[in-house]
């Protein structure tokens, strides 16, 4: 049975381990755990949802919320409604991944540690804490709830709650929930606490009558917040010491090092990204334009014009499952000795919280995947890639580090079920560990601070460095750099031996079909208005997918790829996967009903054709259809232009998919949002 899945983003959340090097998860006692033994999992505390303190509080909170049995009465009702009988599994909501399923990712039970960003411009700007919770199975209903607070519990953002119903698609669950505060008042009252603690909750009423209340209490460091709020303020940032002076007495680095020189960490670091890269735009009449349209395009199936990285003939299947590659190549330089650059292998990572060098691929709908999942040892595999660079400015007394990497594509694999699919914004996440020494090697320390091997052990640290996407999750943490363009996965086309009408009324095969060559279409403007167009370019790809088979009312039969455009009666263009059987689409003979709605494995090529008018001209924004088995498709340009989903869900949607005993609620929620 296909899973329901629900991605309530607060934002997309960094996943390199459970807890990240500058948060740590308080785990206190759960006094009534929703099975035995299960009260703490992965930094998240799992409550009994139906004791007599967990009704209290979410009263509590549904109350605040301005939630109350009138406005809101099935949610009261199933408060005080004892859940259905779960066992440990379900409890836990253990997954294991089929690894010959290939079309539909396998989810998991993901309530992760919080993050943070800065919303809005000039005096509106906005500091929020953000929160994630996704399930593996259907949901009635989703209650979050989010703040951050000093050591005193005193509120340094506001509580924010909001419950979402039922599950959505993939496009629905962008969710926004944040605890926020102005960028000066977050600012004044992070620098008077002495620690810093987010905490999140969710809820959740499940459709088979089960529930669960997990919580997440997390300590973040205070003087990377600091520094995240001076940036915007504009202020100096006056954190702990990453780095000292480089000249000075060798009685002073002891204290130096131990944090008894108050100066700026080293926040503007040197970085250089060459892959992946935006390299390639769409354009309308040409193929492999070199610019930028602010997206890296990665075509799972297809090599066209705005694919900065076009499918690998030769990738086939990783374990049976389709996988995506990238390659990723670039530098950083730092004022500071890198020793070496650590992985999970690295045992010192342990002791030094710090998370070990990575790749993630996340999307916005808590998918993600990272390249130690289908690595047995990181370092073996990764670090022949890693190149330092180290020298010591002996005018400055200044050590200097460029560290290099240049992973090959075909070794940063990520083939995690579900990976292969299309995704409109997606971030990667690069995290690099390092053991670094701020003196330079031992030699220059020996030298130029007269350090013994011991005072030099001393001083010698681990820390780490993100590169990102611009739109990733940024996390409190002054070593990184979120100004990469965002990924986006790609795939469309028509199955090999797909027969496009020509204007003589003959038909011939796609992959027979050459620039120049004519055939019988239409405007997406005049569906229902036929003119010859010609062939101005041809893409090729492979398929791994099960694509979709159509069959119509006059006998018609195609096979495309989910995404590849339809056009309904009136000429509006659909997915092929959003069609269904009764479902009135054209064709060349005129509107005809879909009559059968298949989903087919398929491993050939695909191909699609990009069409133009005979004499040129083409009204702003106009792409094209053409005949394929009869059944009008849309050219390469619609393909593109309708590959991604932006629909917004209507009331009249939602309240088909929400159960009619939570219609009362939803409706009522509109008018108290």
């Not at 602010?294 to 705005?306: E, H, K, S």
């Not at 990575?358 to 993600?368: C, N, P, R, T």
Request: hydrophobic letters at 40%.
């Amino acid at each position: 049975m296909k899973l329901s899945f629900l991605a309530l983003t607060v934002s997309s959340v960094l996943a390199f381990g459970s807890v990240a090097a500058f948060e740590q998860p308080i785990t206190k006692k759960v006094s009534t755990p929703v099975v035995q033994g299960l009260n703490v999992q992965d930094g998240v505390q799992y409550v009994d949802p139906d004791s007599k303190e967990a009704i209290a509080e979410m009263e509590k909170v549904f109350k605040e919320a301005g939630w109350n049995d009138k406005n809101s009465p099935q949610l009261f009702k199933e408060l005080h409604t004892p859940q259905a009988k779960i066992d440990v599994q379900d409890a836990r909501f253990v997954r294991s991944y089929n690894s010959s399923d290939t079309t539909e990712a396998e989810l998991e039970s993901y309530f992760s540690h919080l993050g943070f960003n800065i919303v809005g411009e000039g005096a509106s700007k906005l500091f929020k804490i953000r929160l994630l919770n996704a399930e593996p199975k259907a949901t009635n209903l989703t209650v979050l709830s989010i703040k951050l607070v000093n050591e005193k519990g005193e509120q340094i953002t506001t509580q924010q709650t909001a419950r979402f119903f039922g599950d959505g698609g993939a496009s629905l669950n962008r969710k926004v929930l944040g605890g926020e505060a102005t960028v000066e008042s977050a600012y004044e009252h992070v620098k008077r606490a002495k620690e810093v603690y987010g905490k999140g909750t969710a809820y959740v009423m499940f459709a088979d009558g089960t529930k669960v209340l997990k919580k997440i209490d997390v300590k973040y460091d205070k003087h990377a917040i600091l520094g995240m709020l001076a940036k915007e303020l504009g202020l100096p940032v006056n954190n702990r010491p990453a780095n000292v002076p480089m000249v000075m007495a060798k009685a002073d680095f002891s204290e130096a090092a131990s944090g008894g020189v108050g100066i700026a960490q080293f926040d503007a670091f040197q970085h250089v990204v060459e892959h992946p890269k935006d390299f390639r735009k769409a354009d309308a009449n040409k193929k492999n334009v070199a610019g930028q349209d602010g997206i890296i395009m990665v075509c799972l199936n297809r090599d066209y014009g705005d694919c900065d990285y076009p499918m690998v003939q030769a990738g086939g299947d990783y374990n049976n499952i389709p996988h995506v590659t990238i390659p990723f190549k670039g530098s950083i330089t730092l004022p500071t000795y890198i020793s070496r650059v650590l992985f999970e292998e690295d045992d010192v990572l342990g002791a030094q919280n710090v998370p070990p060098t990575d790749v993630m691929i996340q999307s916005k709908e808590a998918f993600h995947d990272k390249l130690s999942l289908h690595n047995a040892n990181m370092k073996a595999k990764f670090e022949q890639y890693f190149t330092i660079d180290y020298r010591f400015d002996e005018a400055t007394w200044s050590p200097v580090t460029t560290l290099s990497w240049n992973i090959p594509r075909e070794s940063a694999l990520f083939a995690r079920p579900g990976i292969f699919q299309r995704r409109a914004d997606a971030y990667w996440i690069m995290n690099i560990a390092l053991e670094v020494n701020w003196m330079g090697n031992l030699q220059d320390a020996m030298t130029y601070f007269g350090a013994t091997q011991e005072e030099y052990d001393y001083v010698t640290g681990y820390t780490s460095y993100i590169i990102a996407s611009e739109e990733a999750p940024e996390l409190p943490k002054d070593m990184a750099r979120y100004d990469q363009a965002p990924l986006q996965f790609s795939f469309s086309c028509l199955a090999k031996g797909t027969q496009i009408l020509m204007p003589n009324k003959q038909s011939k095969a796609v992959e027979t079909f050459n620039v120049g060559d004519l055939v019988l279409g239409a405007s997406e403007f005049e569906p229902d208005n036929t003119e010859v167009l010609k062939v101005v370019d041809v893409s090729v790809g492979v398929e791994h997918l099960p694509m979709v088979k159509l069959t119509t009312e006059l006998g018609q039969t195609l096979t495309l790829t989910e995404s590849h455009p339809l056009v309904r009666e009136g000429g509006k263009a659909v997915w092929a996967l959003n069609v269904a059987e009764g479902d009135v689409i054209q064709t060349a003979k005129g509107p005809a009903k879909i009559t059968k709605f298949e989903k087919v494995d398929y491993k050939d090529n695909v191909y699609n054709l990009k069409l133009a008018r005979v004499n040129g001209k083409q009204d702003a924004g106009e792409t094209f259809v053409m005949f394929a088995n009869g059944v009008s498709v849309g050219d390469l340009a619609m393909q593109t232009e309708n590959e991604l989903e932006t629909h917004k869900e209507t009331v009249e949607e939602a309240l088909e998919r929400i159960p009619q005993e939570w219609h009362a609620d939803y409706l009522n929620s509109l008018e108290t949002k």
